[in-house]
């Protein structure tokens, strides 16, 4: 914990009324930061601000999925935003490709790769004009392999790392870093059901004796706020896989 690390500097953090997000909401405030929370949920932002008055915390409700709240959530931070840690997520059910439910195939990448796209345009020019920033996006050891969810989510999590990756060379030169951070196993309150057999045959038993681990979010929150401040002012287009060694089995 640094005590002034992010002190003036504005960061929004999405998904932060519950897990990882509200962690790095609470890590980057304690740590002097102005936080624009934002999160679906209203009462899980208003359970953020009880338990953190001393903290300079300002909260969003709004769908990221939906422009206009987007807008809302930038709009909030009042100026530049010097950081951005996109960290909303939602789960698929494990499906496969031949047994998508394409309802929920549109839900998880409005979420986990649209969304996460659209904030980072919404606050990137405000960076360029600055000279300067830090974004981090949450993949997932689903962006890393093939055998932690189905179709969906896997191919949304790899899409953040391609996104992540891009945006690192365009802008690296601007003075603007983007970041990712791969978490493993978390003590989250994302639902994850198998709704498919061909998914448990072909990887439950496999998930059950390969992941090494349950992390708490406060773990990855420590990563995320790392990442984005200038502690990391040399790692650029870098996926931090902070999952308890599951990448390296």
Known sequence: MAADRFTGKTVIVTGAGSGIGKATAVRVASEGGRVIAADVVATRLDEL????????????????????????????????????ANVAGVMDSFQPAHEIDWKQWDFVFAVNLTATAKLMAAVIPGMLEAGAGSIVNVSSEA???GSAAGAAYTSSKHAVIGLTKNSAVMYGKKGIRVNSVAPGAVQTNIQAEFKSQLAGEAIGAFMQVVVPGLAQPEQLASSIAWLLSEDASNVN?????????WSAI
């Open 49 to 84: 601000t009880a338990e953190n008055p001393g903290l300079d915390i300002v909260t969003v409700a709004g769908d990221i999925t939906k422009d206009e709240d987007i807008a809302r959530i930038v709009e909030a931070a009042g100026g530049t935003v010097w950081g951005l």
């Open 143 to 145: 962006g890393l392999r």
């Open 237 to 245: 287009g870098a996926v931090l896989a902070n999952d308890t060694g």
